[in-house]
Each structure stands twice: as structure tokens, then as C-alpha cells.
């Protein structure tokens, strides 16, 4: 991702739309599903899929 992303210094006063422009961030680097726990690491996984999802909880 090359783009430069501005947010806002979180503050008491704009917690709302910080975490609104976070979100949007999440989304955006196509990582949401990790965040939210929709994607959660497989009990049972093998090398390959723990990989898989190590790699992608690290970025």
C-alpha cells in the first residue's frame, strides 16, 4: 500500500471518528475479517494454514 493515510490524533473529543477513520483503515488494507474475529486461527491447522494465518494476523 503506497497511499499516506491522514487520521486524527485520538482524543476524547473525536473518539467517534477516530475509530470510524480506523475502521476505514482496517477495511481497506482488507484485514477487517481478522480484526473483528470473523477469521479466527484454525484449531486444528496444519503448517500450511497456520502459516497462512500467521502472515496475515501480522500485517
Same mark, same amino acid.
Given at each position: ?21 480506523? @475502521? ?13 474475529? @470473523? ?19 501480522? @500485517?
Amino acid at each position: 500500500m503506497n497511499s499516506l493515510m491522514q487520521i486524527q490524533k485520538l482524543e476524547d473529543s473525536n473518539n467517534s471518528s477516530s475509530s470510524i477513520e480506523m @475502521k476505514s483503515v482496517v477495511i481497506h488494507c482488507d484485514l477487517w475479517h481478522v480484526v473483528s474475529g @470473523k477469521t479466527v486461527k484454525p484449531a486444528a491447522a496444519t503448517s500450511q494454514q497456520a502459516l497462512e494465518y500467521d502472515a496475515t494476523d501480522e @500485517k
